[in-house]
């Protein structure tokens, strides 16, 4: 099925000896103009390939003006951006899209004549338009059939874009774009991670080609595009394509190195950025096993509370609908921990579970409003709130689940 | 398109040169002409001809607090596409004009859209200090009392000498 020529140059990009990637992307200035991190993109790109990414992707006028980055034996792979889209350009740009419009701007024959290694190509699900989605999709079976021709790896950033996209659809519509495009054609996606561990690894199990994970704009700090890098290659990813964090992180260079630690040496995120550690275990559901029987919460009252109590549970159950219930059990997200405004609330060095040091606490109630999953409660009486502590390492909850709908799993990175 | 980029070699061309523009109503417009940029900049270095764009923030949705910005996109725009050198309007002072020159790292030279004939020495004076590479004069040396002298005049500040 594979070319010859298409598995020698995705070797260059993906790393054969541990099938990892870790992939800059550095081609903004042609969808945004020149945003901070990239007005002197050759000072940047410097900064970057120091870091030794496997691959930086530019817009065709770029990689030929900066062509001399990539002249060693041991640089990085060059990726050229074969579309343009308007689409990024929201309410608060300077000139707002008004509708989302998607050209080609280079073919592959081009992108092979400038030394590149892939092309890189938009795919839109959730336009209103659909003769837009059409398009958008003829466009893409036209670069699949060139790249196979020419045996060059075509990488498909398949995104829910449009109005159609809510929040409810934004899970299915990724896995579709990314099955639709490894159907057309695609050997590498390049793709956002769903929000949850199960439906990505759903995702990238029906796609079937390696998935590379778009950072997003939402880590904004080091450590949490670790964390995103971490939670993606667990879901079954192959690397990561950074962009913004990277051209404008401080020392772009140690950037690529920190996630290339993680991504290729299989580091953990605490072990390379520092700060909290989590673990060893956490709280993996299985939804669709749940039979709301709510044993979970009955056992976590009681060999927390000493008898059962549902609502003093450090978990919850959800009803969807009359047979679909999701358990929420403490992801150990940290965000009780942050918002402790005394400090009461830490990572327990040695377990990783969340603790709580009462001598500290006001009762403020910070921890309580800011659990995305309501499962930090309060105990009136004693003025003080009850949070998961994973029973110190072994969850009762998950022990006592009998459709397995709820399990213990090693926190630290492995596939599952 | 009105010529192909291999008419342009049988005309003994040095450069192509095409528009871009920003601040189109349609969007559709603004694709259309990027991919027609585009594809000049493919086929230009097939043959390796230079392609000179202009780019010009334009129309109704252009506004005195957003036309820098829009500028800044357009050339960085051209630059990506793979303009060789990149021509935009003098924005009426050097500061602003060398964020553009800053933001597109290609050798950018000064249009006279809109500059009165008695302001434009001082206006290529002050695009050159903002590290524009030249000029492209129109109506401001053509519709000037004496062409000849007036184009003499900006020779002689962009190559500093004669």
């Known amino acids: ?416 | 398109m009105n010529l192909e980029p291999k008419d342009a070699v049988a005309l003994g061309a040095s450069a192509l040169v095409a528009f871009l523009f920003v601040g189109y109503d349609d969007d559709e417009d603004e694709a259309r002409n990027l991919e027609t940029v585009s594809m000049l900049a493919r086929e230009s270095e097939r043959f390796g001809l230079p392609l000179l764009v202009e780019c010009v923030p334009i129309g109704n949705r252009i506004t005195k607090a957003n036309y820098l910005d829009c500028a800044k996109l357009a050339t960085r725009m051209a630059v990506e596409a793979g303009a060789d050198i990149v021509a935009t309007p003098y924005t009426g002072n050097a500061a602003s004009f060398k964020e553009i020159v800053d933001a597109s790292k290609t050798p950018l030279l000064m249009l006279d859209r809109r500059i009165d004939a008695g302001r434009l020495l001082e206006a290529v004076e002050e695009s050159l200090k903002a590290g524009a590479a030249g000029v492209v004069v129109g109506r401001g040396v053509h519709r000037a009392q004496d062409p000849l002298a007036q184009l003499a005049a900006i020779y002689k500040l962009v190559h500093r000498s004669r």
């Open chain 1, 1 to 416: 099925m594979s070319s010859p020529g298409k598995t020698l140059r995705l070797s260059k990009i993906i790393d054969p000896d541990d099938e990892r990637a870790v992939v800059v992307a550095a081609d903004h200035g042609f969808m945004l103009g020149p945003i901070r991190g990239v007005v002197d993109l050759e000072k940047t790109l410097r900064r970057v390939v120091d870091g030794r990414p496997d691959a930086v992707l530019l817009s065709p006028g770029q990689a030929a003006q900066l062509n001399h980055l990539f002249r060693r034996k041991d640089s990085p792979a060059l990726l050229v951006r074969a579309d343009w889209t308007n689409a990024f350009r929201d309410k608060t740009y300077t000139l707002p899209a008004r509708k989302i419009k998607r050209v080609a701007v280079a073919n592959a024959r081009d992108a092979i004549a400038m030394g590149a290694s892939g092309i890189v190509t938009y795919f839109f699900l959730g336009q209103s338009d659909e003769e837009a989605e059409a398009r958008d999709f003829e466009l893409m079976s036209f670069f699949a059939r060139e790249c196979r021709e020419l045996g060059l790896p075509l990488i498909v950033e398949a995104l829910p874009m449009g109005e159609r996209v809510t929040g409810a659809n934004f899970a299915d519509l990724d896995a579709a774009g990314m099955r639709i495009a490894a159907e057309t054609g695609a050997d590498v996606l390049k793709v956002l991670y769903t929000g949850d561990i199960d439906s990505f690894e759903r995702a990238v199990r029906a796609a079937g080609i390696p998935v590379l994970v778009l950072g997003g704009a939402k880590a904004k700090t080091l450590r949490d595009s670790l964390e995103v890098a971490e939670e993606a290659l667990d879901a079954g990813a192959v690397g990561v394509v950074y962009g913004r964090q990277v051209v404008q992180a401080e020392d772009p260079g140690e950037f690529v190195r920190a996630v290339r630690a993680v991504v290729h040496e299989g580091k953990s995120a605490a072990q390379v950025a520092g700060g909290i550690a989590k673990g060893p275990v956490r709280l993996r559901v299985f939804a669709g096993n749940c039979t709301n029987c709510r044993l979970c919460e009955a056992i976590c009252t009681f060999s927390h509370d000493g008898f059962f109590s549902p609502s003093r549970a450090r978990l919850r159950v959800d009803v969807v609908s009359v047979d679909r219930f999701i358990p929420y059990p403490c992801t150990l997200c940290g965000h009780c921990v942050k918002s402790c405004p005394v400090g009461a609330l830490i990572f327990n060095p040695d377990l990783g579970y969340v603790e709580l040091i009462e001598e500290k606490c006001n009762g403020c109630k910070e921890c309580v409003s800011a659990c995305p999953f309501r499962i930090v409660g309060f105990d009136e009486e004693k003025g003080k709130p009850f949070i998961c502590d994973m029973c110190r390492g072994s969850p009762k909850c998950a022990e006592w689940c009998q459709p397995d709908a709820l399990k213990a799993v090693p926190y630290i990175r492995g596939r599952a």
